[in-house]
């Protein structure tokens, strides 16, 4: 009796096989479901009656997630060995491939990783032409490699240069261009899907192989020259000391090749070494988690919003704007002038064009975008969000009003970098109003969004604020009110001393590798030009009262004042033009001089990690290393700053604190949290 399958002969005499995982929403393998599924398999292969078999998902979600991560998280918590379940799922489902009747399987929905390979351990492959179907191994995003056969059933069945591609990516395709490349043989509507799988069993047609051409990539000479260009690729991207999988992939097809069953034997074994204690893999398997925990945050309020209403319609404002209506909320957009919301829609539409691509889903899209300069919105809008200039006198003037003229149970929310809530809300007649919705930029590119919490702030419109988040396709993190909250306020003493190096000679090259070679998605000098000079600096002057050993350098207002302020001008301390850095000099530093600024920089961020966690600005420190991962692109697989503090130990950040505060003084003075 199986628990998480069904199973159903029909009078053809085919074997209906429906997934449906019984304790959780979406179907996830975990062990008892190969178990199960491996019981099955074995019983068909004693019966002689059975002609072909048929998987299907009974799960709305899709037809498989892939595997059960929390499963494979608690066996490594536990220090069990993950061999058995890598191994398991590799002989299932290669007994899945060997049996001698057509296998198909039926696919809706999302069939990702595990799932994926079980649909390529089936003989035919058949998809919903009426459901968004996303088709995939996403492995490498977990820093794993896909063991259960994908790494070599892909690249054999649909040619080693898409394959390929697609395992090192991990991302996903859509069922049309599945129907493209063969990874599907048949894209029909949902009213004709049983139809076409019974004709297929029953007729079984010759199945999908690939190319000539395709093939000829597959002798040893072509295999070493793509592995070549495959890796010079990946290197563009990630190291192989940071990022190990992708590179053992493509070494491990180099040796085989897809026609050899030894690349999945080899790829088991590459698990074991990839989920050792401390290694990027083990990092982002709990960053995927922590994901989770911010999604299902979100979750617990039920409150939706209809109409979102924003004032500023600048870098942050329009963005905000240009996100929320994409998800389909109405949205109304206030500034001072007509023209100063020209940007904001010109934005609009050219992310609705590269993230929609259909005409009437476009102008969907920009019809919910509705430019406000009177400020008509305020009085019917669920969310007013104000994301005007970083200056406590016009932000105190905006609220005064909005407070009169918003609906008693609007959200009203401001999205200042740095200042505290308690500095603005002294102008309220109602303080407790007044929450942050704190967003990162760019908007449409980070998942963080900070719920601020002051001290006055109502729980309740708190609550609905992690709902909106979640309506919003972002992750909420909250936070208490204080200078910079949480994710700025330990940003800040990273990016002035990164202005510090600039100020005794270093290139702004050599300060940003530095740290993107530590892991950092994006240098310091960099962010500070994308975040925009005059916000640094306004963030900077407000939190410097509070740092003890902080002065802003003057380098940093004197660019301000000559309106060099980073990209949105053209220029910061590089030069940009459509967005992108201008000057491609590489500047080099020794490897030791680049180490000590790497240290130098992330040193500050930890101390200030240490201190938020100390002062209870947020929850816990795993809260702490998501925000800064999904906010910042703080490195993933070394897993935050706390996690960070955690794998080297206090004793160790002690020593190496007392060596830098000898050398570059008090401003690294060790937290108390250290001690
Ligand atoms: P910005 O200078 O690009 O835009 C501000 C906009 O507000 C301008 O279009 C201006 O015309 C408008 N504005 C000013 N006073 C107004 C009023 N009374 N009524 C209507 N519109 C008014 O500034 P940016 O960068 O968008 O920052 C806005 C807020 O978001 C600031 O509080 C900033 O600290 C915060 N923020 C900025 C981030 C960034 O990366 N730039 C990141 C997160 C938050």
């Known amino acids: 009796m199986s628990k998480h399958w069904q199973t159903y002969e029909d009078e053809q005499h085919i074997l209906w096989l429906r997934f449906d995982r019984n304790d959780t929403s979406a179907n996830i393998i975990n062990m008892e479901v190969l178990d199960e599924l491996d019981a099955i398999i074995g019983g068909l292969s004693a019966s002689s009656s059975i002609c072909g078999l048929v998987i299907e998902s009974e799960k709305s979600a899709g037809f498989c997630s892939g595997a059960d991560l929390h499963y494979i998280n608690a066996q490594l918590a536990a220090q069990k060995d993950i061999l058995d379940f890598i191994d398991k799922g590799r002989e299932v489902f290669a007994k899945l491939a060997d049996l001698p009747i057509p296998t198909l399987a039926l696919i809706s929905g999302t069939c990702m990783g595990g799932g994926l390979e079980m649909a390529l351990a089936c003989r035919y492959r058949i998809a919903n032409a009426d459901q968004k179907i996303h088709l995939g191994l996403p492995e490498v995003q977990l820093g794993i490699v896909p063991a259960w056969g994908g790494i070599q059933r892909l690249p054999r069945l649909i040619g080693a240069p898409q394959g390929l591609a697609m395992v090192l990516s991990g991302r996903a395709v859509s069922a049309r261009r599945a129907k493209k490349i063969g990874l599907v043989d048949l894209l029909v509507p949902q009213r004709q899907l049983k139809r076409a799988a019974i004709q297929t069993i029953l007729k079984h047609p010759p199945k999908h192989k690939r190319s000539v051409l395709q093939s000829f990539m597959e002798i040893k000479p072509m295999r070493m020259i793509l592995a070549s260009v495959m890796r010079k690729q990946v290197a563009k991207k990630v190291s192989r000391e940071h990022y190990p999988s992708p590179y053992l992939m493509i070494d491990q097809w180099a040796r085989y090749g897809s026609d050899n069953v030894k690349l999945q034997m080899?790829?088991?074994?590459?698990?074991?070494?990839?989920?050792?204690?401390?290694?990027?893999?083990?990092?982002?398997?709990?960053?995927?988690?922590?994901?989770?925990?911010?999604?299902?945050?979100?979750?617990?309020?039920?409150?939706?919003?209809?109409?979102?209403?924003?004032?500023?319609?600048?870098?942050?404002?329009?963005?905000?704007?240009?996100?929320?209506?994409?998800?389909?909320?109405?949205?109304?957009?206030?500034?001072?002038?007509?023209?100063?919301?020209?940007?904001?829609?010109?934005?609009?539409?050219?992310?609705?064009?590269?993230?929609l691509k259909d005409r009437a889903a476009i102008r969907d899209a920009m019809d919910c975008l509705i430019p406000d300069v009177a400020g008509d919105g305020v009085a019917r809008a669920d969310v007013i969000i104000e994301a005007v200039f970083e200056d406590v006198k016009v932000k105190q003037a905006l609220f005064k009003q909005l407070e009169q003229r918003a609906r008693p149970d609007a959200i009203l929310a401001t999205n200042t970098s740095s200042i505290p809530l308690g500095e603005i809300n002294t102008v309220m007649q109602d303080p407790s109003r007044l929450l942050g919705i704190h967003f990162f930029n760019p908007v449409a590119k980070m998942l963080l969004v900070e719920i601020v919490c002051g001290d006055q702030t109502d729980q309740k419109q708190i609550q609905k604020a992690n709902g909106f988040v979640h309506q919003i396709k972002r992750l909420p993190v909250n936070v208490k009110s204080c200078p910079g909250f949480l994710v700025n306020r330990l940003l800040m003493p990273y990016l002035l001393e990164a202005v510090r190096l600039l100020e005794e000679g270093n290139a702004a090259r050599a300060i940003d590798k530095a740290t993107t070679d530590f892991g950092m998605a994006m240098g310091p000098i960099e962010l500070a030009d994308r975040v925009g000079l005059d916000v640094c600096l306004a963030v900077a002057n407000h939190l410097a009262p509070y740092f003890k050993h902080e002065q802003v350098p003057k380098e940093l207002a004197q660019m301000v004042e000559k309106k060099q302020l980073g990209v949105k001008t053209g220029r910061g301390f590089y030069y940009y033009k459509h967005g992108h850095v201008c000057s491609k000099i590489e500047a080099v530093a020794s490897a030791q001089a680049s180490q000590l600024m790497a240290e130098r920089l992330i040193f500050r961020i930890i101390n200030e990690a240490a201190a938020c966690i100390r002062e209870g600005i947020v929850a816990n420190g795993d809260l702490l290393d998501a925000a800064m991962i999904f906010g910042t692109g703080f490195a993933p697989f070394r897993g935050g700053p706390m996690h960070y503090i955690q794998s080297q130990g206090k004793q160790q950040i002690r020593t190496t604190f007392a060596a830098l505060e000898k050398q570059f003084g008090e401003r690294y003075q060790a937290d108390p949290y250290f001690y």
């Open 266 to 355: 080899a790829s088991a074994d590459d698990i074991k070494q990839l989920l050792a204690e401390g290694g990027t893999a083990r990092n982002l398997l709990r960053i995927f988690l922590l994901r989770e925990q911010l999604q299902a945050a979100g979750k617990q309020s039920d409150f939706k919003a209809k109409h979102v209403h924003v004032i500023g319609a600048g870098t942050m404002g329009g963005d905000i704007a240009v996100w929320c209506a994409l998800q389909g909320l109405y949205v109304t957009l206030q500034d001072q002038t007509p023209e100063s919301l020209c940007g904001a829609i010109k934005r609009a539409h050219k992310l609705y064009k590269k993230k």
